[in-house]
């Protein structure tokens, strides 16, 4: 048996099939052998590359059908396994792994040490093309995989294409979140099996590495050593990782493949460019992937503040008309009652329809919080530490077994100019949902603490829970109409709490993370007088008063306290009405009692045409959209008092005593 120089006839073979075809004959040809077979690591065992010999095999012969594990459990340094005719012989690469199987057969008695010479002579050059043929194929399977699809669709095909063609164990693709510090798994494949998109934090993974440094993280053996905090990796009981980074057009890094496999992975100079080539194109997709979600999050955004908006619109009118009708039923309530004795047995019924239009009333408030625009009784200061506290008290009881409430107040009263039913909704709603929060129990802290806006005093309110916390989708979406993450809510809770803190002239903000708990925060302004001391007398005898108001009803009621209060009345319907009266009575028009809202003219300019026509009658103003900018403007141009919708005939006496001849700011 002769055995010629190999590397020049290897050479001049070229490199890829012709290589493999010219390396089989070569070795049947120096070693007298009937059969020569080469293969490589396939998805179901070895998969023939090339072969000569008597008979064409195709595959391996059914007594040498071997699989990937068995190939892999041939010691480097062994002659392989005696097949009686034959040895199989593994190409080990110069990085230790097995990439493919020399199979030789011979009719007799193959010599050892000629076949492990003839072998060893090309093994390096044999491994280097298996790996290059590999390469190639993976390249064109990939391609094939993924040209067709586009977004989320490429993504699927790419960790497909991945889990197939490199035959690894499992593959996803991840997208960055900087402000979060996370990534969100767009696709994920392990094994047959698609799983959903899911974020995960970076802390302790080979992804954390990627983000930090925006190269490669590539662990050919034992990664789970390398990053014991990963438990995913332990979970699947990785042994090898690559982690390929993702970049979009100005080189931000936006996100990364992860390759996983339970075995050792081989990764050359070729499979790290093989990578980036189609890094490059998942970068460009992703990125395109994320301007589109964002645009559509800005699409969602601008049709919930639209929705919002019709809401506010919506409950803004339908709270008008309740509080007109709720003035008609308040105020001839207060006249029934003024008009009968105080032992007539009628009374008692009058005072429980009297209770009702008052939850009436609260209805008609939360209504207008919906869209920012509370009701407030601005005259009428409240503690916010006793408003709190008495919350608190009422909902321990039906608080879930384990959750524990820890009130921190700081003892100065804290005294707010505000609506007491809308602030105790306020501190139920957000002591609802943190105690929801706390799953299997959990600690709720709601603790106060001064602080200032610029020049304005005011008091934060902190409610604090260690419940499970929102991811940033949920976060985002809380305070909106109709949002809800409970099987039968309704998503209208915190939309109120939002409108109604805003109402009362403060703010609110939420911070929270998924396993970290939520915070809110919200500021409220501390009481400040804003109403100024009459002294009241008797009203002039030839006085009148002027009411001006576009609803029958409002008009009526009003009329009929006047005239229990001995006050002559002239009505007007609209704003050109009243002007009208206000020249046809200019002598005996001591006050005008409008609405704010007037067919013609609305808001401040209606007020203030009024002051310039008659800036020596008393106004009032009978409203029930306000809010505390709009009150201090009222004042501040002479307004002698609010009365807000709906209101009784004892508001009234209070009203007609302090206009009854106070003098007119001007």
């Not at 009968?340 to 329809?353: C, Q, V």
């Not at 929102?470 to 409970?486: G, H, L, N, Y």
């Not at 141009?637 to 004892?650: D, M, N």
Request: aromatic share 6%; net charge negative.
């Amino acid at each position: 048996m002769e055995l010629h120089d190999p590397f020049a006839a290897g050479l001049q073979a070229g490199s890829g099939d012709p290589f493999f075809q010219w390396l089989v004959h070569f070795l049947g040809q120096s070693l007298d052998a009937s059969q020569v077979i080469l293969g490589e690591p396939g998805a179901g065992g070895l998969e023939l590359v090339a072969e000569c010999g008597e008979a064409p095999l195709g595959t391996w012969p059914t007594s040498w059908r071997v699989s990937t594990a068995s190939v892999d459990l041939v010691p480097q340094a062994a002659e392989g396994p005696d097949f009686g005719t034959g040895r199989l012989i593994p190409v080990i690469s110069t990085g230790g792994h097995r990439v493919g199987a020399l199979a030789v057969l011979a009719d007799g008695p193959l010599p050892v040490d000629e076949v492990e010479r003839a072998v060893a002579s090309v093994r390096i050059r044999v491994a280097d093309e298996l790996i290059q043929r590999r390469e190639r194929r993976v390249i064109e399977e990939i391609v094939r995989h993924t040209t067709p699809y586009a977004g989320d669709d490429f993504f699927r095909a790419l960790v497909d294409a991945a889990v197939e063609v490199l035959h690894v164990d499992a593959a996803y693709v991840a997208s960055y979140d900087e402000q979060e510090e996370c990534a969100h798994m767009v696709a994920h494949r392990r094994g047959d099996t698609h799983l959903p998109p899911k974020a995960y934090d970076l802390a302790g993974t080979p992804c954390e590495q990627i983000y930090a440094t925006g190269d490669a993280v590539i662990v050919v053996d034992d990664v789970t050593r390398a990053f014991p905090g990963d438990g995913y990796l332990i979970e699947v009981e990785a042994r090898s990782y690559v982690g390929v980074p993702f970049f979009d057009a100005e080189r931000e890094l936006v996100g990364h493949l992860g390759v996983i496999h339970s075995r050792p992975i081989e990764v050359s100079a070729t499979a790290r460019s093989l990578f980036e080539i189609f890094a490059a194109r998942a970068g460009a997709e992703l990125s395109r992937k994320r301007a589109e979600d964002e645009r559509r999050r800005l699409q969602t955004r601008m049709a919930a503040a639209e929705r919002a908006d019709s809401l506010g619109l919506m409950a803004g009118g339908i709270a008008h008309d309740v509080n007109n009708l709720l003035v008609a039923l308040v105020g001839n309530l207060s006249l029934a009652q003024r008009a009968m004795g105080e032992d007539d047995p009628a009374r008692e019924y009058l005072d429980a329809a009297n209770k009702a239009a008052e939850r009436a009333r609260s209805l008609g408030r939360r209504l207008l919080s919906y869209s920012g625009e509370s009701v407030v009784a601005y005259e009428h200061a409240h503690s916010l530490d006793l408003l709190v506290a008495e919350t608190v008290e009422l909902l321990r009881p039906s608080l879930p077994e384990g959750v524990v409430v820890m009130l921190e107040l700081n003892g100065a009263g804290n005294p707010l100019h505000c609506d007491e039913v809308q602030i105790g909704q306020i501190v139920l709603n957000l002591l609802t949902n943190a105690a929801e929060a706390c799953e299997g129990g959990g600690k709720i802290r709601v603790r106060m603490e001064p602080q200032h806006h610029g020049d304005v005093a005011g008091i934060g309110l902190v409610v604090e829970d260690s419940g499970v916390g929102m991811d940033p989708a949920t976060r985002a979406q809380i305070f909106e109409p109709f949002f809800s993450t409970k099987r039968r809510g309704r998503g209208l809770g915190l939309a109120a709490v939002h409108g109604t803190v805003e109402g009362h002239g403060g703010t609110i903000s939420v911070r929270s993370a998924r396993g970290q708990g939520t915070t809110f925060e919200l500021w409220f302004p501390l009481a400040a007088q804003t109403s100024r001391p009459f002294e009241p007398i008797e009203w002039p005898a030839d006085g009148c008063a002027l009411v001006v108001d576009d609803d029958v009803t409002v008009r009526t009621v009003t009329e009929a306290m006047l005239e229990v209060l001995g006050i002559r009345t002239v009505l007007a319907s609209s704003a050109s009405e009243a002007m009208a009266r206000l020249d046809e009575h200019r002598d005996c028009v001591h006050c005008v009692f409008t609405d704010l809202v007037m067919p013609g003219l609305a808001g401040r300019a209606w007020i203030e045409t009024l002051r310039a026509r008659r800036p020596d009658t008393h106004l009032v103003v009978m409203t029930g959209h306000d809010d505390r900018e709009m009150v201090q403007w009222l004042h501040e141009v002479g307004v002698s008092a609010v009365l807000h919708k709906p209101f009784q005939v004892t508001d009234m006496e209070r009203v007609v005593a302090v206009c009854a001849g106070a003098r007119v700011a001007s």
